[in-house]
């Protein structure tokens, strides 16, 4: 009597096998392929991103991707040669989203250093002031004690983290959530802000 698929050991199976397997809903030959690749796509994705977490974050993504479509998976390339080209493109997308951030980034930097020169209505400017100072006050203290230092008072990663007792790492984490939260809440107001000008 044969095993059920997930109690077969595929350790030695090749990767079409393995796919095939995976295909037909093997969590064990998925497991397999998730073992044996796991680790050279971190670090693939690793020196491509430079950034642990969002490494992490891209090739465990990847993996649910595959195993959610499994059953449409059709490669016309080595199982091996799939990974790598659809890593690639998930790291491009972080790339794209990179840019987006730092373009809010700069939107917002710009807002601060003009210290609210919208020309056309100087009462809208206050108003909108006002509930963008209210939400930055509205965010963890930590968070914003380090976004603050980094927008109103310009200093750089490493001098807040210097003054916070805090790692590099942190403050680049703080800000970043600092920004996700305010662009969910006020987005809606840096375009008015910016077609405004």
Not at 87 to 94: G, M, P, Q, S
Not at 159 to 185: F, G, H, P
Request: proline letters at 2%.
């Amino acid at each position: 009597m044969s095993k059920p698929a997930d109690e077969v050991n595929f350790s030695q199976a090749s990767d079409a096998a393995l796919l095939i397997q995976t295909k037909q809903g093997s969590r064990a030959a998925f497991s397999t392929i998730y073992h044996k690749y796991w680790g050279p796509m971190y670090v693939h994705a690793y020196k491509m991103l430079g950034d642990e977490d969002e490494a992490k974050d891209v090739v465990q993504e990847l993996f649910t991707s595959i195993w959610a479509q499994r059953a449409e998976l059709e490669l016309v390339t080595s199982l091996k040669a799939y990974l790598y080209t659809a890593l690639r493109n998930r790291v491009l997308n972080v790339f794209d989203k990179r840019k987006v951030r730092e373009s809010y980034l700069e939107a917002m930097a710009i807002y601060f250093d003009e210290n609210h020169q919208v020309v056309e209505d100087n009462l809208r400017e206050k108003e909108l002031a006002c509930i963008i100072d209210k939400e930055i006050a509205n965010l963890p203290e930590k968070m914003r004690n380090v976004f603050e230092l980094s927008r109103k008072q310009n200093l750089s990663h490493k001098e807040i983290a210097s003054e916070l007792q805090i790692s590099d790492k942190t403050v680049k984490k703080q800000i970043n959530n600092a920004i996700r939260i305010l662009k969910l809440k006020i987005s809606y107001l840096f375009f008015l802000l910016i077609f405004m000008r």
